[in-house]
C-alpha cells in the first residue's frame, strides 16, 4: 500500500467532508478514493469516517490522526522537493579538485563566482594532479576536476580546452634573464625542475620533447613543485623552471627570481573541465563555468583554437 497517496486521500476527505468533492480535488473517480479510504482504515486499525447517504463525518480517532496525516504529507513533499534539488545540482554536495599550479587568486575568483551560481552546493574542493584525478573520477569518488592535457579522457565529458602560456623562471643573474623573450635554446647547460612525471606523465613527456625539438635538453631533470621549494633549487642547480605568469611571484617583489616569457610561445598549459558521461548536472556546469571565468580573469587563459588533438599515442605519451 503506497501510504503516502491514501494519506493525501484522508485529508483531502477529511477537508472536504464530502467524497466526491474530494474526488475532484484529487482528480480521481470517486469509488477508487472510498476503497483506499477503507484500506487505510484497515491497515490503521481504526474507523476514520462515520458515513451516511447524505454526510461524512470525521471520527474522534480521525480528528487526531488528521494533523500527524498532514505533518507525513508536507515532510513527504519536502523529500521530494530535496531530491529535485540535489538531482538539479541545486542541493546537496559537489567534490571537485584543481591542479596543485593554480594560483590562490583563481581559487578564491572561482570559489566566489561558485557560491553565487549555487549557494545550496557544499563544494569540497581538493588539490589533486591530473593522474589523481583520473584515479578518482574513475572510482566515481569525484564529481568533476580539472585537468591537464594530454592524458587518457575515455569515459569523460570535457569543457572546453584552455590555454595558459608558460614562461621560464630564471636566477636574477642567469645571463637569459636580461632578455625581454626567452629562446628555449638559451637555456642550455641548465638543470630543469619540473613537476614528477606521475602527476601528469604526458604532460611530462610532451614539454620534454618541445624543449628538445627547440633546442634545449636539460643536463638534469630535478622534480620538485611547492613554491619554495622550486626557489630553493633555482637558486642553488644553477636550474630553471617552467611556469605560467599568474603563479609566479610579481615582477620585482622577488630579489632573486625572475619569469620571462618563452620566445615563441612553445609552451602551453592546456586545461579543460572533465566529469564522468552521463552524470553531469547543473553543479557541474556551473563549476565548469565558475573555472572558465576565473582562469580568464586571474590567469590571461584563452580558447585552445583550433585545439590540438586530445588523443595519445598507441606506444607513448606524447601529444601527436
Known amino acids: 500500500m503506497d501510504l503516502m497517496k491514501h494519506l493525501e486521500c484522508f485529508v483531502a476527505v477529511a477537508e472536504e467532508s464530502h467524497f466526491g468533492r474530494a474526488a475532484e480535488r484529487l482528480g480521481m473517480a470517486q469509488p477508487p478514493l ?18 451516511t447517504s447524505r454526510h461524512v463525518t470525521i471520527t474522534k480517532a480521525g480528528t487526531l490522526l488528521l494533523d ?12 521530494l522537493a530535496t531530491a529535485r534539488r540535489v538531482r538539479d545540482g541545486e542541493s546537496g554536495l559537489l567534490r571537485a579538485a584543481l591542479p596543485p599550479d593554480i594560483a590562490g587568486e583563481t581559487v578564491a575568483a572561482l570559489l566566489a563566482d561558485f557560491r553565487r551560481r549555487h549557494a545550496g552546493v557544499e563544494l569540497e574542493l581538493r588539490e589533486l594532479t591530473t593522474a589523481q584525478q583520473l584515479d578518482q573520477l574513475a572510482a566515481h569518488d569525484l564529481d568533476v576536476g580539472l585537468i591537464h592535457h594530454p592524458c587518457d579522457v575515455a569515459g569523460l565529458e570535457l569543457g572546453p580546452v584552455l590555454r595558459r602560456e608558460v614562461g621560464v623562471l630564471l636566477p636574477r643573474g642567469a645571463p637569459a634573464a636580461t632578455l625581454d623573450e626567452v629562446p628555449l635554446t638559451a637555456l642550455t647547460g641548465y638543470d630543469l625542475v619540473l613537476f614528477h612525471r606521475t602527476a601528469a606523465p604526458a604532460l611530462h613527456d610532451d614539454l620534454l620533447t618541445t624543449c628538445a625539438r627547440d633546442g634545449y635538453t636539460p643536463t638534469a631533470v630535478r622534480h620538485g613543485q611547492g613554491a619554495s621549494f622550486v626557489r630553493g633549487l633555482l637558486l642553488s642547480s644553477h636550474a630553471v623552471a617552467f611556469s605560467p605568469q599568474d603563479t609566479h611571484t610579481p615582477q620585482g617583489a622577488d630579489p632573486d627570481i ?3 616569457p618563452l620566445a615563441g610561445a612553445p609552451l602551453a598549459w592546456r586545461h579543460s573541465v572533465a566529469w564522468p558521461k552521463g552524470r553531469g548536472d547543473a553543479a557541474v556546469a556551473s563549476f565548469a563555468q565558475a ?6 580573469s586571474t590567469a590571461a587563459v584563452t580558447s585552445d583554437t583550433p585545439p590540438r588533438p586530445l588523443h595519445l599515442r598507441p606506444t ?3 601529444w601527436l
Not at 34 to 51: A, M, N, T
Open 258 to 260: 625572475v619569469w620571462r
Open 68 to 79: 500527524e496525516a498532514r505533518e507525513l504529507l508536507a515532510r513527504s513533499e519536502a523529500l
Open 316 to 318: 607513448a605519451e606524447y
Open 34 to 51: 472510498s476503497q483506499r479510504i477503507q484500506r487505510l482504515e484497515r491497515h490503521l486499525g481504526v474507523r476514520l469516517f462515520e458515513r
Open 291 to 296: 573555472v572558465t571565468d576565473a582562469l580568464r
